[in-house]
């Protein structure tokens, strides 16, 4: 197979913009419809976001239904054209609410089954590509370049959707959502044409010369690798304290420091500026590694992800130390800190993911990647209710609100110190920078992880 140059890994980045575009529409313009413009209450839109989630432990069934047949691109379109399918389905729920409420939820629920089935198989398949054809050398700014792309997705499509919604009207939600999944779906087809080759000869898939294993032994077999079980345990640690702090950072900077909405948004931009930086900082790195010698040690993802988690909880200690005195003149540094901190770890951990899926019994890639998309999606899946529920459960229990948020930072903070112990026992990776060199770098862009 050949090695997939940066061209290649901007049309794979194009595909997970689309995928981003599509999931935006799903998780927030309908949410914000359904709470505001339906007056539903705000559980409902939780409840199929965490649905969406759920629904997405199919993803190991999905890679290993690709490495059986040798092929990803089929099970990346077919994801998208699912992904796409749900969004309108979703849209069309959320209009019917305002006149049959319980059949338009009902109608949510598959809608929302539809796109997390969706993001499971093109999602697993495009990250099991990714693991194959990018060279160690470049899987470091492949990263960030794939996941600033889908960034840019869901902020490109948030900013046109928004100006097209307006003024709102059901049928003007219904032809956004989908023109964009359309659009989605052919850029996705576009990016796709030729990209992946002959891979298999005569498609006979990856078990040519082996019979082909049931998924519940193959996922057997891939648990009871040492790297893979810890790996997804860490999977599970890390992303939790991730998505832990995202519903209570806003409401903290409210209550405690009388921000107002307008101003607490900006704040989130922030941390969201963070998290780009954060992820430039490693690709700039792998750059520099790549160039001297002496430096190679910048090189490490490995690194970059267990320093990532210690620079996260340390980020989160400094917001327990300023809910505690009641004092904000560091906040937006330490917001900015974290968000840095996010997105260090972020590209470190998928790096490591995409060399790791290679590692163990031959032909199950596939498994290990559905196996920790699987593990990101609960951790995503609980982060909300854990940070949520611990926040009110510590304000029942402590009069001060800065001592009550400043209690759920401190619990963040050790979940990523425990994320970082676990980031050290799996084994280290070879001694090879994350970026080719300094001259195939430049414009590469970084993104973070989000569902």
């Known amino acids: ?54 629904v997405q432990m199919a993803r190991p069934r999905m890679g290993h239904g690709s490495d059986v047949g040798g092929r990803r691109t089929p099970w990346i379109l077919g994801g998208m054209a699912v992904l796409g399918v749900g969004g309108v389905v979703a849209a069309l729920a959320t209009v019917w609410m305002a006149t049959h409420r319980p059949a338009g939820m009902a109608l949510a629920v598959l809608g929302f089954a539809l796109v997390g089935l969706g993001v499971s198989a093109s999602g697993t398949s495009l990250l099991v590509m990714l693991a194959k054809r990018v060279p160690d050398a470049r899987r470091g700014g492949a990263a960030t370049l794939v996941w600033m ?53 005569a498609g006979q898939g990856l078990y040519r010369n082996e019979a082909k294993p049931d998924f519940r032994r193959a996922l057997s077999e891939v648990w009871q690798e040492p790297v893979a079980r810890r790996f997804t345990v860490f999977v ?88 505690v005195s009641g004092q904000g003149d560091t906040l937006k540094a330490l917001v900015f800190g974290l968000g840095a901190a996010n997105g260090a770890f972020s590209i470190g951990a998928i790096g490591s993911m995409m060399r790791l899926a290679n590692e163990g019994q031959g032909s199950r890639e596939g498994v290990r990647m559905g196996l920790w998309g699987a593990a990101q999606a609960i951790a995503f899946g609980l982060g909300g209710l854990v940070g949520t529920g611990a926040s009110d459960l510590a304000h029942v229990l402590i009069s001060s609100p800065g001592t009550a948020y400043a209690f759920v930072f401190a619990l963040e903070a050790l979940t990523f110190i425990a994320a970082a112990l676990l980031a050290w026992r799996i084994s280290a990776p070879p001694s090879t920078p994350v970026a080719a060199s300094p001259s195939r770098t430049v414009g590469v862009a970084i993104g973070a992880p989000r569902g």
């Not at 050949?2 to 049309?11: D, H, N, V, Y």
């Not at 575009?21 to 505001?36: D, E, P």
């Not at 900077?253 to 931009?269: C, H, K, M, N, W």
Request: glycine share 12%.
């Open 236 to 323: 599970f640690v890390s992303m939790l304290a991730y998505s832990a702090q995202d519903l209570i950072l806003e409401p903290f900077a409210g209550t405690v420091f009388g921000y107002s909405p307008g101003a607490s948004t900006q704040l989130s931009g922030v941390q969201h500026g963070g998290v780009l930086c954060g992820m430039l900082l490693v690709a700039m790195s792998g750059a520099l590694a790549a160039r001297v010698a002496r430096l190679r040690w910048l090189g490490s993802l490995r690194g970059w992800t267990i320093g990532g988690c210690i620079a996260s909880a340390l980020a989160l200690f400094g917001l327990v130390m300023a809910g």
């Open 149 to 201: 792309m889908m960034i840019a997705g869901f902020a490109i499509t948030a900013g046109l959707a928004g100006q097209w919604l307006d003024p709102y009207s059901p049928e003007r939600l219904l032809q956004v959502t989908s023109a964009v999944s359309l659009l989605a779906f052919g850029v996705t087809v576009l990016a796709l044409r030729g990209l992946e080759g002959d891979v298999t000869p």
């Open 1 to 54: 197979m050949t090695p997939f140059g940066w061209t290649s890994i901007a049309r794979l980045g194009l595909v997970q913009a689309s995928l981003g575009a599509i999931v935006v529409l799903t998780t927030s313009t309908l949410n914000r419809v359904m709470v505001v413009e339906l007056a539903l209450p705000a559980l409902l839109p939780g409840f199929l976001v965490a649905l969406h989630y759920l």
